[in-house]
Each structure stands twice: as structure tokens, then as C-alpha cells.
């Protein structure tokens, strides 16, 4: 969940929002990790104690509920993806100088690899779980040499000079929107970890992904502003690019190519996996054939990209649309949580339930604000 939350969009949404906001941005953070944290315990855990992907849950709860949620997941999971390829891509023209469609077409080809040992899921996991280690680690040396203003950092995040409705919206769609909700989750039930007795175990992991992915948000965040409070500005091209290589020089730029390669793939492969976990019940007989799917997922991504290409902004008015999608599914999820006949023997906390129907109704809120802002 963590790999499939830090990829381009995640990398451009926080250095860009940091590069107009200033520290202020920490408030958005802030504000993006409580609805984060919500959202994800909520949705894991009412998956879990369903034994169910969300869409077969929802499909119980109103039939046609869990197709129009996989409508919605699929299509912006393949628009993110189209950048996570890019981003594969670009790093590797970074790290190795190589063209950027040349790198974007072998890293699908490693992606797809992925998907046809006999193991595909634990090769998943450790793939995701070493390149996310390796992520946070460059990304912290970054950081320290930004030289961040620690102190405004801290006070800006908890007393804002400015507030921006749309950045937090984005991040949070950056961070837990569209298929990224649902990642966790469905991996854990293809894991074969379901029914009351995993609830604790959903539990951990919604928070340590969430933390994980959250923690990387922090160090982008500072590093960016270390490079904002020096007076600089970004490369509107490619803004973590030039913020890394503002922060350390040469070096830090082969470090943002790295941490960029990195963050791509593990998106690629998380944001097609869990794609396909809803698209494979559309049809009789799709179940037996997930891993075609996913290669098919990744082709297909990898196409496009060649055909159209991925300007900076596609990847943050994405992250808003999956930020829109959030409040409908975590909203049908609560719904389908309460259901005695799909939960069996769990009840779910009032506690969790009354958190997620107000990050719900706020996620809405926000959203029909961005929207008439971009129609503007």
C-alpha cells in the first residue's frame, strides 16, 4: 500500500504544493494523514471481516454499487499508471542516461516479470518492501541537506499562514484515493488473511503503511522547503528533479533518479494489481486469469504512455479525481459495514464509524469545492 501511495504523482503533488505553500503545506499534511489513517482502518478492516473485495461487498449492499466502484477504480488506476510508467522512465534516463521511452519499456518488461513466477505475490511484496526501504533512506539524506527550517516547519503545520482546500484534497488522492484504498486490503485477502481472527493484523497494517507512506511525505516536504526558505525555485518541467538536485547537487539528482525509478515500479505493480482485483469479477472465469490481466494492465499503460506522453499536470489532477473517488467508496464501505448478514460475527466501532462518516462527508465537501474550482 505504502509503494503503491509514493510514485511520480506523489514525489510532484508534495515538492509543487510545498513550492507554493511553504511550510504551511505541513498543515495540509497534517490534516492529510488524520483523514488517511481514518479511511484506511476503516476500509481494511470492514474488507477483512467480509472476506470480500470491496466491489463483491458493495455488490451485496446494492446491486451494481461494487460495478460502478470498479469502474471508477479501474479508470483512474490506469491514468496513474500511465504516469508511474513515465516515471520509470524518467528515473532511469537519470541514473543511466538512457532515452525515457527505452527505460519506460524495460521497466514494464521487469514489472511483468513480476507477474509470471509461480510466487507472483511474494515476489510482490519483497520487491515493494526492499525498494521502499531504499526510497525512504536517500530520501532522508536529501533532506538533511536541504537544511530545512525545522522550527517554522513545526509551527505552520499546527498554525497555517494560508490554507488550500485543493492540495490537501490532491495529497489525500495521492495518498489513499482510488485503487491505493483498496491495495492493502485485497493483498491481504489474496494472502489469505480474513474473518475476525486478521482484524488485528488489517489493523497494524493500515497504520504501518500509512505510516510508511506518510513518513516519506514529511521528508519530501522538508527537503523541498529547505530548498524554498534558501530562495530558490523549481524546475516547473520537473519539479523533484530539480528540488533534489537543489538540495545536494549532482548527487542528489542521481538520488532523485533512483528514488523516482523506485517509486514508479513498485506503483506500476501495486496500482496494477490492485486494478485488476476488482476488474477480474466482472466475468466468470476472470478470477482464474489474474495475472494475464495484470500484464495486460501493464501493456496497456506502457502503450499509452508511448502514444501520449505525461505532462506534470495530468499526474496532479489526478490525484484530485481519486481524492473524489475516496469519499464514495469509503462511504459504500461503511454502509456495507453495518450489515449483520456480510460482517458475520464483527461489529464495527461507533469510534471508527463516526471518524469515517465525517472524513467522508468532509472529502465530499472538499471535493465539489475543487471542482467548481477547476471549472472556474
Not at 503545506?25 to 474488507?47: P, Y
Not at 470491496?54 to 477504480?73: D, E, F
Not at 521502499?132 to 525545522?150: C, D, E, K, S, W
Amino acid at each position: 500500500m505504502a509503494t503503491s501511495a509514493i510514485g511520480p504523482g506523489f514525489l510532484t503533488q508534495t515538492v509543487v504544493f510545498t513550492g507554493t505553500l511553504g511550510a504551511s503545506f505541513g498543515f495540509a499534511i497534517l490534516v492529510s494523514v488524520f483523514i488517511d489513517f481514518v479511511a484506511q482502518v476503516n476500509i481494511w478492516r470492514i474488507i477483512i471481516a467480509g472476506q470480500a473485495p470491496a466491489q463483491s461487498l458493495l455488490n451485496r449492499v446494492v446491486p451494481g454499487l461494487g460495478g460502478m466502484l470498479t469502474v471508477l477504480v479501474a479508470l483512474g488506476g490506469l491514468a496513474f499508471n500511465i504516469g508511474n510508467v513515465a516515471g520509470c522512465g524518467l528515473g532511469l534516463n537519470v541514473v543511466l542516461g538512457i532515452p525515457v521511452e527505452l527505460g519506460a519499456g524495460l521497466s514494464a518488461v521487469l514489472a511483468i516479470g513480476l507477474f509470471l513466477f509461480r510466487e507472483a505475490g511474494r515476489a510482490m511484496d519483497r520487491f515493494a518492501q526492499t525498494l521502499g526501504v531504499l526510497m525512504v533512506g536517500l530520501t532522508v539524506v536529501v533532506a538533511v541537506a536541504a537544511r530545512p527550517p525545522i522550527g517554522e516547519a513545526v509551527l505552520r503545520s499546527v498554525a497555517p499562514a494560508s490554507l488550500d482546500v485543493v492540495s490537501i484534497l490532491t495529497i489525500v488522492g495521492g495518498t489513499v484515493g482510488g485503487y491505493i484504498t483498496f491495495a492493502g486490503a485485497h493483498r491481504l485477502l489474496d494472502a489469505g488473511m480474513s474473518g475476525t481472527a486478521a482484524i488485528g493484523q488489517a489493523t497494524r497494517s493500515a497504520l504501518t503503511g500509512i505510516g510508511i507512506a506518510s513518513l516519506m511525505r514529511v521528508l519530501l516536504f522538508l527537503g523541498a522547503l529547505g530548498v524554498v526558505s534558501q530562495g530558490l525555485s523549481f524546475d516547473p518541467a520537473n519539479p523533484p528533479a530539480s528540488m533534489f538536485r537543489l538540495a545536494a547537487g549532482e548527487i542528489g539528482y542521481r538520488f532523485f533518479g533512483v528514488v523516482m525509478w523506485a517509486a514508479a515500479i513498485t506503483s506500476v505493480v501495486g496500482s496494477a494489481y490492485t486494478s485488476v482485483s476488482f476488474v477480474r469479477t466482472l466475468r466468470a472465469g476472470w478470477e482464474q486469469r489474474t495475472a494475464p490481466l495484470i500484464i495486460g494492465f501493464i501493456a496497456l499503460s506502457t502503450l499509452i504512455f508511448l502514444i501520449v506522453g505525461r505532462p506534470v499536470t495530468v499526474l496532479l489532477l489526478v490525484g484530485a479525481l481519486n481524492g473524489l473517488i475516496l469519499p464514495f467508496g469509503l462511504g459504500a464501505i461503511l454502509v456495507a459495514g453495518h450489515r449483520a448478514s456480510l460482517m458475520r460475527d464483527y461489529r464495527h466501532p461507533v469510534s471508527l464509524t463516526a471518524a469515517g462518516t465525517l472524513v467522508a462527508i468532509v472529502m465530499t465537501g472538499m471535493g465539489l469545492y475543487t471542482v467548481v474550482q477547476l471549472l472556474r
